[in-house]
C-alpha cells in the first residue's frame, strides 16, 4: 500500500493521493484494482477519532472543497462552507474530501491505467454506481484509520452519496447532512443527462472512448453536454434576473448567429471552460451512476427499509427555485426516514439560484449546517 | 406569379406551393425575392371572404395540420382540433396553414436556391423574424385574395405568429387564438435554443452549413438539439408517469451505455426519427427567430401599446405543467391586452403533458376554441 504525498500548492489544504491495492467488488459484480484516491483533507483528527467529516462532492466537483483548484487556480468549491470560522472549521473537525471513483482528478477513472492492458481503461474502466464510490470513500477511511464519521455531507451527487452513507454502512455514521438532493433519478433527470451523453458520444473525436493518446479529445461534445446541464443548475427566475433579454456588448441585434444574448456567451463560456478540467469519459460515467441510483429500489423498493439499520441524524435541505432536485425529493426522505424511526429535520431555503444555490452565497444554509453539526456535539 | 398545384396526396387537404416575385422586406433590413410559400387549405372561401382562419404552426411544425405528412405519413399535427366535426372545420371555415419561411416543407429557407449564386443559400439565408414569417403569410392572403381574417391561431411559436398578427396587420385580424405561447422569449428559452444551434455547429457535417451537396448531413448535432428541446416540450410529472425509471425491455441494468432506461430509447428515437424529417439549418434559422422574439421590445418596451391599434378578439390558453412558455407567461399577455382596452378571454387548462399538450389529446381545449370561434361569428 503506497501513499504518495503530492506538492502542496493549495491554500490550507494537504493534497494527497494514496493507492489502495483493493480489489473495490462493485454493483456490477466487476472488480476494481488498484483503487487509487485523490483527497484533501483539513484540520486534525482528535484522540478518539470522533470529530472526522466527510464532504462528499458533486457530479463535476472534485475533493479541493476548500482549496485552490490546480487547473482554474478558483477558490476550493465551497469555500464558504469549509474553512476558519465556518461552519466546517478544520480547527474543530478533521475534513475529508475524496475525489470518487470514475472522476478524473486523481482517483480510478476512466482515464487511469488499466493494469491488465497497460492503456488507460477508457470506456473498459468498470461502470460504477453511487454505492460503489461510497465504499470507495470507506476504503479510503480505513486506511486513514477513520472508523465512524461525526458526518457525512454533501449537496447534489453529494447529497446522494452522503444519503447512500448511512444504508450501506449503518454503523458508521452519526450525523448525515444532504442537500438540494435526492433518494433516486427521475426520468427528466435521466433525460437531461442522457441528452449529455449523446452529445459526447455524437462527437467524433469521442471515438469509442479511445481517445487518451490523442490531443482530439471530444471537446465540443462535452461543452455541449455541460451547457445543457447547466441550464437545469439554474432557476428561470435566476436566468431572468442575471442576464434576461439583455445583449452581449452591443447595441442591436446582429441578425447572425454570434452570442447575442447575455445568456448565450455565458453558456458558451460555461461549456468552453468546463472542457478544461473535465474528462468526456469521466461525465459518462458518472452521469451514469447517477441515472442509476435509486436507494430504495436496493431495499427492495421501501426507502424507510434503508435507513432503518441506521442510528444516525439526519438534515435535509432543499431550495424552491431548484427544479433538477426539487423540494418534494427532499420531503419524500424525509417521510421515509420518519417511517423508519429517525431523528430527521428538513428545511426548505429560498434561494433565487434554483438547484446551484447550495454552492453560492446563501448564509441560511452556512446557519442550518452551522446549527446542525454543533446540535450534534452538544 | 406562378402558382404550382403539388400533386394531392393528402387525406383531404389541397396541396399547394407559390412562388411569389416579393421582395420581402426583412426585419434585419435584406429582401428575400423570390418568396416560395408552401401551404395547405381546408375548405372553401365564402362569397364575402369572411370564413377564413390562418393556422400557424410551431418550430418544427408545417403546413400539414390535418393532412398526411408526406415523409412520416403520419396524420397532421393538429387532426384532432381541424376536421369535419372539429372546432376548425372546413366545412364552416377556410383553412390555409402555410409552412413558415425559414422552414423546410416547401418554403423559401436555407436549403432554397438562392437566385443570385444557382446554389442552396445556407447559412447565406437571410436570419428572419417572427414578424417576417408573419409578413410572408399576408403576402400569401393576398395571393389568395384574403383580406381579413375571421381568426389566427396557433399554439407555441404558432402563437407568437398569431399574437404578432393584430400588432402588425391590426386591420385583418378579427380573432386571435394564442395557446401555449408567450409575447416575449426569455433567457431560459433562450439558453435550451443555444444549446440546441451548438449541439448542430459541433457536428464537423455541418460544414458552416454547406452540406447540401452532400449525403453526410448534420444529423447527430441535429439529434442531440432535438433530444435536448423535447424534455422541454414534457413535464416532469408526465415523463414520471409515462416512463420512470422502468428499464428498456430488460430485467437489470446492464451496467454499460446502451440505453437501459425506456426514457434513454424514447428520446434517442425522437432524435433520430426527427433528422429524418428536418434540415438542420432551418432549425438554426427558425429558433434564432424565436429568441429574437419579444413583440414589446418593438413596440418602445410596452405590450400594451403593440395591442392598441387592433380590434381584434383574443383568446389565451396555457397549460398548468407547461414549464417552457408557464402560464405566468400568458397571463403577462392577458394584463397587456386588458390594459390596451383589447376584449381577451383567458384560461390555464390542466394537462399531464407540459407544453405538448397543445397537441394532444385535450378536449377542454377543444371546447375552449370551438366556443371562442362560436362565439365571434353569433
Redesign the interface.
Known sequence: MASALLPDDSRFGLRRQVRLPGPLRL????ALAPVDIAYETYGAMNEDKSNVILICHALTGDQYVASDHPITGKPGWWWRMVGEGKPIDPARYFIVCANVIGSCMGSSGPASVDPASNAPYA?RF??LTIADMVRAQAMLLDHLGVGRLAAVIGGSMGGMQALSWPTIFPDRVESCVVIASTA?????N???H??G???I????NWRGGDYYADAQVPS??L??AR??AH?TY?S?AG??E????RLQGRDA?T???D???Q??SY??HQ?LSFVERFDANSY?YIT?AM??Y?IA?DHGGSLAKAFAPSKARFCLVSFDTD?LY?TAESRAIVHALNASGAQASFVELSSPFGHDAFLLECPELNRVVDGFLKGGRA
Chains 1, 2 share one sequence.
Not at 201 to 204: E, L, R, S, T, V
Open positions: 454493483d456490477s459484480g466487476a470506456m468498470p461502470v433516486r433519478h427521475s426520468a427528466q435521466i433525460a437531461f442522457e441528452v451523453r449523446q452529445a458520444m455524437a462527437d467524433p465540443a461534445g461543452a455541449v451547457m445543457a441550464i439554474l428561470e436566468l431572468t442575471k442576464f434576461g433579454r441585434k441578425f447572425g448567429f452570442a447575442d444574448f445568456v448565450e453558456l458558451r461549456g459518462l451514469r441515472d442509476y435509486d429500489e427544479w426539487p
